[in-house]
């Protein structure tokens, strides 16, 4: 995973995208220390905020159209969402709607929850709207988080 990470990091804002469209997606990945270190090593913030959102937005994206699927056995086999979260997200989902995109970012959860908001069929655009602004935040804090160190 080391290597792969100093690839990602070779590869600045490309990797960026890469690192974030899988930490976005349900594969467990970190794309935080990633911007951080990329910020660290003097790479646009700007830029990487909107690498590592367009990049994390269309992971998530990929979560609720495999969840508009459908296919509950998918869902559990290949995409490693637990039941238990699921459901949860689900009802989350059922009180709040396309809304709850806005917290996508949360790790692990955030996937559980956009297959949940594509299993609903809830309203794409507004709800691409609030993954987008949950997703822009998060990393906008990340960047202003790694500042405060250097």
């Known amino acids: 995973m080391d290597a792969f990470f100093q690839l990602l990091s070779e ?4 990797g960026m995208f890469i690192a974030a469209f899988l ?3 349900v594969l467990p990945f970190n794309s935080e220390t990633l911007m ?3 910020y660290l ?3 646009n913030p ?3 905020i909107f690498w590592g ?11 609720y159209y495999i969840g508009r699927l459908g296919k509950m056995e998918w869902i559990e086999r290949w995409l490693k969402v637990k039941p238990e979260k699921l459901q949860k997200a689900q009802r989350w989902v059922a009180k709040y709607g396309a809304w709850m995109g806005l917290l996508a970012w949360i790790p692990l959860l955030g996937s559980a929850i956009t ?5 609903m069929r809830s309203n794409a655009p507004l709800t691409f709207t609030a993954i987008t602004i949950g997703k822009l ?3 906008i804090l990340v960047i202003y988080g790694t500042s405060l160190f250097v």
């Open 11 to 14: 590869w600045g804002y490309g």
């Open 23 to 25: 930490a976005g997606s």
């Open 36 to 38: 951080a270190a990329l």
């Open 41 to 43: 090593a003097k790479l």
């Open 46 to 48: 700007w830029g990487l």
């Open 53 to 63: 959102t367009l990049g994390n937005v269309l992971g998530s994206v990929f979560n």
């Open 115 to 119: 297959v949940a908001l594509g299993l």
């Open 137 to 139: 935040v998060r990393y």
